[in-house]
């Protein structure tokens, strides 16, 4: 694998995607609740999703060369290096473009399906991606960069997700108790992501939540991230359409049990520990909202599965 092939892959961070799909996962299940899915917007949300973060994540390798990161921090000073980043930077735009691209044209395809909502969510998104990459002062570049993680992949994507499904539906209450699921947890996805790229963020002078606050610090915000999930899970297993309040407690357990393994994991010193952080978490995630979406299938009297939105 060249360089340039090298980089393109690593800046793309597929294990990221997990989160993007298990956000449109959870509108699935939000929807499920509320009646039924049909399987072509449920298709199309998932690749419009992930093309989307692969392009977000493609920028965000972009302005981080930019700015003198990724994977030649230390070289930055020297002219062949910079030569380097500087093909680097000009075919990671490039690719990025292209996926936007893609990303725009699966998105137009979900226009059918949520009229002119689809305009508001596309507004919003776009702002956000403004404000999070560019702007006068680049969200991502901050500790505030979080608080957009829980609005991408927990408000947005999943309400987005469910109203696709069926934007007549008045039921609310299944797409806010999944929002915040997927969004919490999503968040605790992003702060171990942060724990592995620490060194490059330190010394490129990026202030994540990990930079910023320090590991002692983050990791019980990544432990109280979690015991509000269990907490949901346990106080109001109907609100997930659980078949028994046991079900969301055995989940919880699980859930609780996991997190607090990572966080006696996690210290002052985030090198360490940063790659089993991330595994431990973004397997966590995946599987946390795949077991949900089970349970929900397997727990509710009926639903309807279509192929298409009409049927």
């Avoid at 690593?10 to 939000?30: D, E, F």
Wanted: charged share 10%; glycine share 8%.
């Amino acid at each position: 694998m060249n360089a340039i092939t090298r980089t393109i892959v690593y800046n793309i961070h597929p294990q990221s995607l997990i989160i993007s799909a298990g956000a449109v996962m959870g509108g699935l299940t939000a929807s499920v609740i509320r009646g039924g899915i049909s399987l072509f917007p449920a298709i199309m949300t998932l690749l419009f999703a992930m093309l989307l973060q692969i392009s977000a994540n493609l920028y965000h390798g972009y302005f981080d060369l930019c700015f003198g990161a990724g994977e030649n921090i230390s070289g930055m000073g020297d002219r062949n290096s910079r030569a380097a980043n500087s093909s680097r930077v000009f075919i990671l735009r490039i690719v990025a473009n292209g996926f936007g691209i893609l990303a725009l044209t699966a998105g137009m395809s979900l226009f059918a399906f949520v009229g002119w909502l689809g305009v508001i969510y596309v507004a919003v998104i776009a702002l956000m991606l403004y404000f999070y990459f560019a702007g006068p002062n680049p969200i991502v570049r901050t500790q505030w960069s979080l608080l957009f993680t829980f609005l991408f992949f927990g408000p947005i994507a999943v309400s987005g997700t469910t109203l696709i499904q069926n934007v007549a539906n008045r039921d609310w209450l299944p797409i806010v108790v999944y929002s915040v699921i997927n969004g919490v947890l999503a968040v605790n996805a992003h702060i171990a992501i942060q724990y592995l790229r620490y060194e490059e963020d330190k010394i490129n002078g990026k202030e994540t939540l990990v930079t910023a606050r320090g590991g002692f610090f983050t990791r019980f915000v990544y432990l109280g991230n979690a015991i509000l999930v269990c907490v949901i899970l346990i106080l109001r297993p109907s609100a997930v359409d659980f078949v028994s309040r046991w079900v969301g407690i055995a989940v919880a357990i699980c859930l609780l049990l996991s997190s607090v393994w990572v966080f006696s994991k996690m210290h002052r010193d985030p090198v360490k520990v940063s790659r089993i952080v991330r595994t431990i978490t973004l397997y966590q995630y995946s599987l946390v909202t795949l077991v949900l979406m089970a349970i929900v299938m397997y727990s509710v009297d009926k639903f309807n599965i279509n192929i298409f939105h009409f049927l």
